[in-house]
């Protein structure tokens, strides 16, 4: 029994013919599904409809899908979403996934891999909301640092009075680098446990999404003092952790 069924998928797609037989075959997987033949109707379905994850074709009609991916991503919204590329379409691939895709699939591709990477993809997420509720003892609650407060249960960090949201990466990020507070944390270990992948086209997806944190907890981005550069080798949470007053 697929414990993930019943799960909203969307599914964006422009050619009829695929998107009937995914919207089928998916149903048949106890999925519930919903479709939408071109960008902005897909955008809409994604903003309006909160789906569990969104498998969305790169070449669609009236707003590409690397629009809709920037578009959701840029406007907080951080279901999981799986890209579907043509061959041929390597470059626009990698810019998925350094826009915030969960991940990427090639066609022609079979729908028992099609159903395995959803099922990865949705268990991935839901055991990173887990995380971010607190499962994890040794960051849970609220931590403070010079400057930044960090409070897990609410996904947030508080700087120079102002809070701000962390979206589910940004947080998972944030959350094991300060775990290994004072260590160097390679971008490929990053990948292996936030995004649970071994192999990934680029680690430029972990630099833009560090970028992207940055401008959330540092003052200056251009000289952090939270989240350092180690050249070379990776990343590592610098300041020191201050005790309850």
């Known amino acids: 029994m697929n414990q993930l069924a019943d799960s909203h998928i969307l599914v964006v797609e422009d050619e009829p013919d695929l998107r009937r037989g995914l919207q089928h075959n998916l149903e048949l997987e106890g999925y519930k599904v919903d479709t939408a033949a071109d960008g902005r109707e897909g955008l809409r379905k994604a903003r309006d409809g909160h789906p569990a994850l969104v498998l969305l074709d790169l070449m669609l009609p009236g707003m590409s899908g690397l629009e809709v991916l920037r578009h959701l991503r840029e406007t907080g919204h951080e279901m999981p979403i799986i890209i579907v590329s043509a061959k041929g379409q390597d470059r626009d691939k ?138 070379g080798l990776g990343y590592r949470f610098e300041s020191p952790l201050r005790e309850p007053s």
Do not use: C
Request: hydrophobic share 40%.
């Open 94 to 231: 990698v810019q998925g996934l350094e826009l915030g895709a969960d991940d990427y699939l090639t066609k022609p591709f079979g729908l028992g891999e099609l159903t395995a990477r959803i099922r990865a993809v949705l268990r991935r997420t839901q055991t990173g909301a887990k995380a971010a509720a607190g499962d994890r003892p040794a960051v849970a609650g609220v931590m403070q640092f010079p400057d930044l407060t960090i409070d897990w249960r609410r996904f947030s960090v508080l700087r120079d009075g102002v809070e701000t949201q962390l979206s589910r990466y940004e947080a998972e990020i944030l959350r094991m680098l300060v775990e290994h507070r004072g260590e160097v944390v390679s971008r490929q270990d990053l990948l292996r446990k936030v995004w649970g992948y071994v192999h990934l086209p680029t680690t430029r997806t972990v630099d833009n999404h560090i970028a992207r944190l940055r401008k959330k907890i540092e003052r200056d981005v251009e000289n952090p003092v939270h989240v350092v550069t180690v050249h």
